[in-house]
């Protein structure tokens, strides 16, 4: 008997769970039909030196910190409105890990909403209300 799929979709997707597997061993499963909590779960929070070599100083001594580029990155999120919530998510829990506080993350949302307009700041907000949240609850 042949465990190979005959579908070409059921085949792309024993392939994506054995990708997501490779990159995350202790992931149960992996969905891409739940594309916020699935690929958020995929990609755990990089250490703060993962962070500087790949986006920080590893290009250049004298460039923007890890912390700096993911608040950057955070304000560009923000404008995007509720486009990419989980990519702002994600750039939350790693600017944590980067060394921003919740004040600067707040802050960084905040100056958004003269571009971006309120209701992207207060999703932008919601967003990482939720994440902070969430890594208070795993801290206690």
Excluded at 104 to 111: G, L, M, N
């Amino acid at each position: 008997m042949n465990d190979t799929p005959n579908n070409p979709f059921e085949m792309m997707m024993k392939q994506a769970q054995q990708m997501a597997k490779a990159m995350n061993p202790a992931l149960e499963n992996f969905s891409p039909q739940d594309a916020f909590k699935g690929y958020e779960a995929l990609w755990p929070t990089m250490p703060k030196d993962f962070m500087e070599m790949i986006f920080g100083r590893g290009l250049s001594q004298s460039g923007l910190d890890a912390k700096t580029r993911l608040l950057l990155t955070l304000a560009g999120l923000t404008m995007q409105g509720a486009q990419n919530e989980t990519g702002l998510r994600m750039t939350v829990r790693h600017a944590l890990e980067a060394g921003a506080s919740k004040d600067e993350i707040a802050e960084t949302i905040a100056q958004m909403s003269m571009f971006a307009g309120i209701p992207a700041m207060t999703k932008a907000m919601e967003c990482a209300r939720e994440v902070m949240a969430d890594k208070e609850d795993k801290e206690t």
